[in-house]
């Protein structure tokens, strides 16, 4: 037995890294999953790999009407609707303030906090009628952290996990959590769109990042997806029944600020600073 066994998950933003590792591991334990995205023939070809379990519906967070259809028509399909994955999200290169671009504030801005606040309009009615579901919205280190992603993501994440607050105290009294998780420096596609490179190419070249994310935490790895689905598998599971609003880092320790072992060589610098001004001075 699955511990997700005939649930109906909804994962936006499922086409590549955390999403469809995490879709992976719903079907895995037992979840019908609807994937959603904007590349088609990639959500088309996870869904062959994943099996009869999973279905792909093409759809931008950012349109209202695709919301709509993604949510309404998964709960018209199978009768329910028991968790919803928002993780849908792109970002842009870190700018100074004085760069600052509206346009691309407002096209972040659309994904990552209006979305997460249309597909919970609606499967809330959805999920208030069953006096059960589970909300899940990614949020990010970067909410609480400055210097990890530029000024809107930062920004929209830190709205994503108030909006998660939020609707939580609200849904909560039907039977409905809705909680955020956070991720660290994860290896995905995501940076190098960033950096311009076309998706499916950002998406293979990933793991290039390896080397360099182990060594942003404390612990000493890069952080995968398959740590953020695990994450989002507890959160959809009856094993968080009385876990509501609340967000759940998973970062390797990265939020705790610099590792031990360069706040000690930096202190040893400092020491040594000291001990030849005092030589010097006598």
């Known amino acids: 037995m699955g511990v997700l066994d005939e649930k109906v998950a909804i994962i936006a933003g499922a086409t590549s890294g955390i999403g469809a590792r995490t879709a992976e591991l719903f079907v895995e334990e037992g979840a019908r999953v ?7 023939e990639t959500g088309e070809d996870l869904v062959a790999r994943l099996g009869p379990r999973a279905s792909f519906v093409q759809a931008d967070v950012a349109q209202a009407a695709d919301v709509q259809a993604l949510v309404g028509g998964t709960a018209a399909r199978f009768g329910r609707l028991d968790v919803l994955f928002n993780n849908a999200g792109f970002d842009v290169p870190l700018r100074s303030i004085a760069d600052f671009d509206a346009d ?3 096209r972040l801005m659309a994904v990552l906090v209006r979305g997460v606040a249309l597909s919970m309009k609606h499967a809330a009615p959805i999920m208030i009628q069953q006096r059960s579901g589970s909300i899940i919205n990614t949020g990010s280190i970067a909410a609480v ?4 992603a530029s000024v809107t993501y930062s920004l929209a994440k830190a709205a994503v996990l108030h909006l998660s607050r939020l609707v939580a105290a609200e849904l909560g009294e039907h039977g409905v959590r809705v909680n955020s998780l956070s991720p660290g420096a994860i290896i995905t596609g995501i940076f190098g769109k960033e950096a311009g490179l076309e998706p499916d190419l950002a998406d293979r070249q990933a793991g290039a990042l390896a080397e360099t994310f ?12 398959e740590d ?6 507890f959160l959809a599971s009856d094993a968080s029944s009385f876990v509501n609003g609340s967000d759940l880092l998973i970062d390797g320790g990265f939020i705790t600020g610099t590792r031990f072992s360069e706040a000690t060589a930096g202190n040893q610098k400092f020491y040594e600073i000291l001990r030849t001004n005092t030589d010097r001075i006598g």
């Not at 609807?34 to 088609?40: A, E, P, Q």
């Not at 953020?228 to 598998?233: E, K, N, P, Q, S």
């Open 34 to 40: 609807v994937i959603s995205g904007r590349r088609r």
């Open 228 to 233: 953020i689905a695990r994450g989002a598998l």
């Open 104 to 106: 691309e504030h407002d």
């Open 145 to 148: 952290r400055t210097g990890c």
């Open 214 to 225: 182990a060594t942003l935490q404390p612990i000493p790895r890069a952080g995968l997806p």
